[in-house]
């Protein structure tokens, strides 16, 4: 079994969505490293999770440290492979550290972002994680979104349901997704809901 298209899920702060998403093949699961994050998970759940899993890749997400703060934090997460940042300033500063790259960006920045300085980054390898407070995409955030990934890789996290990811992928010409992980009931139980849908519309059947 496998996926049609690369995926990471983002959150992660649970065995249970980790377990699940690595049994859907999915490509990459994030973890926030923030200690002033809602979803901060610290080196030992960091290990407890991750310990359980195998055959995909763990992202550091961040959104203020500064590129000192991120190279010393993930110095207790030495599995981390990818670092994910709200502030292309500090992202550019880690460039050639030996970590995959992902420019968290709002969809407001993308209709702002100059192409040129686009596909420079893409030339360092820095995929583009596509946000938003918005539920649904409209036809500006289509063309805004369809021009930047002609000229880097996309990872699309807003305005996807099971009904339409196939569709936006190949609309898009999107690399990827991106899905938000939740919280347990309880140990061991959790809701998955439009998660699964979409993990599950996206699965080739062999």
């Not at 110095?75 to 460039?95: C, M, T």
């Not at 686009?118 to 409209?138: P, W």
């Amino acid at each position: 079994m496998a996926l049609r298209t690369f995926v990471k899920i983002s959150g992660i702060t649970n065995l249970s969505d980790a377990r699940y998403c690595a049994g859907m093949y999915v490509d990459l699961l994030g973890f926030s490293l923030e200690e002033e994050s809602e979803k901060f998970i610290t080196p030992t759940q960091y290990n407890e999770i991750t310990g359980w899993v195998s055959g995909l890749e763990f992202v550091g997400e961040f959104e203020t440290y500064d590129a000192y703060q991120v190279s010393e934090t993930i110095k207790n997460y030495p599995s981390v492979k990818w670092i994910e940042h709200d502030r292309i300033e500090h992202l550019a500063d880690l460039e050639g550290k030996g970590q995959g790259l992902i420019y968290k960006m709002d969809l407001k920045e993308v209709k702002n972002i100059e192409l040129e300085v686009a596909e420079k980054l893409s030339q360092s390898g820095i995929i583009f994680h596509i946000t938003s407070d918005h539920a649904v995409l409209d036809e500006d955030d289509i063309k805004a979104i369809k021009l930047i990934s002609e000229n880097c890789k996309v990872i699309l996290g807003v305005g996807i349901t099971a009904e339409n990811v196939q569709d936006l992928i190949a609309e898009l010409n999107l690399y990827g997704i991106s899905l938000t992980g939740g919280l347990e009931i309880k140990p061991g139980f959790k809701d998955f809901n439009e998660l699964a849908d979409i993990l599950e519309a996206l699965e080739i059947e062999e």
